[in-house]
């Protein structure tokens, strides 16, 4: 059995092989982790307000990480479900922070919540669940 990888392994994980992301792995842990993404102009809608995409695309990474650091770097690992809950506006000024917490992995399947907050507030403006699934073959 190998070690799962850590939080810089991971971030180099993401940027050989998922370069578009524009989230930053700030934590991996034990059935989690934490990921930030800044929000840029073309990123907000209509009324100053970060765009619900951007929101999914951060809770899709930070679950896709906790993931991984869960497995190991799996890269067909892939998104089946994906459920948000917009909660309140986000700060245009401020990043997206997404915390993943894993509820169960399993052999195929990995669920996890993630819940997004304005950086440095701590009312969350969104609350996502997914599901990935988790090919066969070796693990760490």
Do not use: N, W
Not at 44 to 54: D, E
Not at 69 to 92: E, M, N, Q, W, Y
Not at 129 to 137: E, F, K
């Amino acid at each position: 059995m190998t070690a799962l990888p850590d939080r810089d392994a991971i971030a180099a994980f993401l940027a050989a092989e998922f370069p578009q992301t524009r989230c930053t792995v700030l934590s991996v842990e034990p059935g989690g982790a934490t990921v930030a993404h800044a929000v840029g102009p073309a990123e907000l809608r209509p009324g100053g307000t970060v765009s619900g995409p951007v929101l999914m695309a951060v809770a899709d990474v930070a679950l896709y990480v906790a993931v991984l650091g869960a497995i190991g770097l799996v890269p067909l690992a892939v998104t089946t479900d994906l459920s948000i809950h917009f909660l309140r506006k986000p700060a245009a000024d401020r990043r997206v922070v997404g915390v993943c917490r894993l509820m169960k992995v399993g052999q195929r399947l990995a669920v996890g919540e993630v819940t997004l907050y304005s950086e440095g507030l701590d009312e969350p403006v969104a609350h996502a669940v997914g599901t990935y699934a988790i090919p066969p073959g070796p693990r760490a």
